[in-house]
T-cell receptor, first 113, second 115 residues
């Protein structure tokens, strides 16, 4: 069974700090997506990583896909209160059914002013 | 504006009273799905649809029905709601069936309470 484990589950930091959250699996994924969900809203896609070792940057957010395509990380530089939200990773079911995404439980981030 | 809309946003009902949550997308997406989100359990897929008249069960389909008579609409039906269906529900759509690459667009959510 493919699982995506995200850590930490909760993170509360001060504005300006750096942080890294993780999305790990024992299974290989053909790609992984990161979504951010703000309170009271649906998740919104931040990035899709496809190639092992790939690094993508989105302003202060840096996403990395592990070389073996079993894990991914999200690093935020100089966090701001607007970064507060639930960060979810998701990947396709590789067991012959590409129609369903597997979701991690998320990292809930609070950035305090 | 490209979007997924859901109605109602909030609903309080009683056990056994049939209800429908509507979902509509204006992006001509083929793929639509319903999720429920519960603390500690994350997002769990209820049903999905690959296209008109094509639906299939997700991970937690018990107690729910769906239909896809038009490409843009994908209503979620609870024929006899029970308290364990109290949850936050999201409708999502994406361009096609390559889920690993296609962006999922989510609606704003429907918070359902069943008393």
């Amino acid at each position: 069974t493919q699982l995506l484990e995200q850590s930490p589950q909760f993170l509360s930091i001060q504005e300006g700090e750096n942080l890294t959250v993780y999305c790990n699996s024992s299974s290989v994924f053909s790609s992984l997506q990161w979504y951010r969900q703000e309170p009271g809203e649906g998740p919104v896609l931040l990035v899709t990583v496809v190639t092992g070792g790939e690094v993508k940057k989105l302003k202060r957010l840096t996403f990395q896909f592990g070389d073996a395509r079993k894990d991914s990380s999200l690093h935020i530089t100089a966090a701001q209160p607007g970064d507060t939200g639930l960060y979810l990773c998701a990947g396709p079911n590789n067991a012959g059914n590409n129609r369903k995404l597997i979701w991690g439980l998320g990292t809930s981030l609070a950035v305090n002013p | 504006e490209a979007q997924v809309t859901q109605n109602p946003r909030y609903l309080i009902t009683v056990t056994g009273k049939k209800l429908t949550v509507t979902c509509s997308q204006n992006m001509n997406h083929e793929y639509m799905s319903w999720y429920r989100q519960d603390p500690g359990l994350g997002l769990r897929q209820i049903y999905y649809s690959m296209n008109v008249e094509v639906t299939d069960k997700g991970d937690v389909p018990e107690g729910y029905k769906v239909s896809r008579k038009e490409k843009r609409n994908f209503p979620l039906i609870l024929e006899s709601p029970s308290p364990n269906q109290t949850s936050l529900y999201f409708c999502a759509s994406s361009l096609g069936s390559g889920q690993g690459y296609n962006e999922q667009f989510f609606g704003p959510g429907t918070r359902l309470t069943v008393l």
